[in-house]
């Protein structure tokens, strides 16, 4: 009895470890499997044509408006051509600027040189962007100077600018002209795509047009850079619009001053009839001529005026090969300009 005791014991204990071996066999087999997080995916930089731009409002730290855009074409090496135009308004300085920049991406890394001309200087920067999704990252340090160039120091953080992502034009149906039009929707005024307008702050002023001391507002400028025609010996149009209600402003609206040419006569544009008024100026191998349309409208005196900024040809060497700047091509440009200023 004992030993068949002994037997059936062994044999329950058999059937219990079999059926523990079951239950964990089948618990193993019918649990769920555990969620893994794929990893991210990396963010690559892919050849096309990519366009960004961002907007600034002036702060008290920052008191200028910005407006940039830019565009880049990076090839299967990763080689990168593109442009950057943009405009800056502030209480000392408003001027537009534009350029060209070529480098190389490695990694999502692209640092850029910046070749571009503002009010009639050229200079290079070497630039520093990063990509990722629908943002470029500008890294800005503070420059210095190697070899005519200005680059980046790189000492402590950056500050980082941002420019959103945006659908390039198609080249196709891009439109011939862009309209400016003011805040106050007063008045508006067309001109070419590759150039940029910029609004300006309502800060009285002495300069809001040519030959004034009296005080108005600067309310628009747009600058035809060296570029729209280089090799010359052309530097800069600056076409601006302002405003002044001064009283002696009004008074010398429409009338001539010393320095005004006797060029001096009525057009109408758009409805509008304006008095045109010509002069010019020289000094240190420069020339500008300014061609001033001006009217008096809801006791405001209106100036309307573009100067076209040019360097004297003998300033150059002639191993330069700077030439004689189209002056018609860029005066009709200027005057188209003019000619679809109108009010509303």
Not at 197 to 212: M, P, V
Not at 266 to 281: A, L, Q
């Amino acid at each position: 009895m004992s030993r068949l005791s002994r037997q059936g014991k062994i044999l329950v204990w058999g059937i219990i470890l079999i059926l523990i071996a079951i239950f964990v066999i089948r618990f193993y087999v019918n649990a769920p499997a555990p969620s893994v997080t794929p990893p991210p995916t990396a963010f690559t930089v892919t050849p096309g044509k990519y366009c960004f731009s961002r907007s600034q409002t002036a702060t008290e730290t920052e008191p200028y408006t910005v407006e940039e855009h830019v565009v880049l074409n990076i090839g299967a090496d990763l080689h990168v051509t593109g442009t950057k135009t943009g405009s800056q308004a502030g209480p000392d300085m408003t001027n537009g600027y534009t350029g060209t920049l070529s480098g190389t991406v490695v990694g999502t890394t692209a640092e850029l040189t910046y070749a571009y001309t503002v009010e009639g200087s050229s200079a290079k920067e070497l630039e520093v962007y990063e990509f990722s999704p629908n943002t470029l990252t500008k890294k800005r340090w503070n420059l210095t100077e190697q070899n005519k160039i200005l680059v980046p120091d790189r000492v402590g953080e950056p500050k980082l600018i941002a420019y959103t992502g945006e659908t390039c034009p198609d080249e196709a149906t891009t439109p011939d002209t862009k309209t400016f039009t003011d805040p106050a929707k007063t008045f508006s005024f067309s001109y070419p795509p590759t150039f940029t307008a910029a609004l300006l702050d309502q800060q009285q002023i002495t300069n809001w047009r040519e030959n004034t001391d009296d005080k108005g507002t600067l309310l628009a400028v747009l600058n035809i850079p060296k570029t729209f025609e280089p090799n010359t010996n052309f530097s800069d149009v600056r076409f601006t619009v302002g405003k002044s209600t001064d009283t002696n402003a009004l008074t010398n609206c429409l009338t001539t001053t010393n320095t005004d040419t006797t060029q001096k006569e009525n057009v109408v544009i758009n409805g509008t009839t304006f008095t045109k008024f010509s002069f010019s100026d020289a000094g240190a191998g420069n020339f500008y001529e300014t061609t001033s349309y001006r009217t008096i409208k809801n006791n405001e005196c209106y100036a309307v005026e573009y100067t076209i900024h040019s360097t004297n040809l003998s300033n150059y060497p002639p191993d330069q090969g700077i030439t004689a700047f189209d002056k018609t091509k860029v005066q009709t440009i200027a005057e188209g300009i003019v000619k679809s200023f109108k009010f509303f």
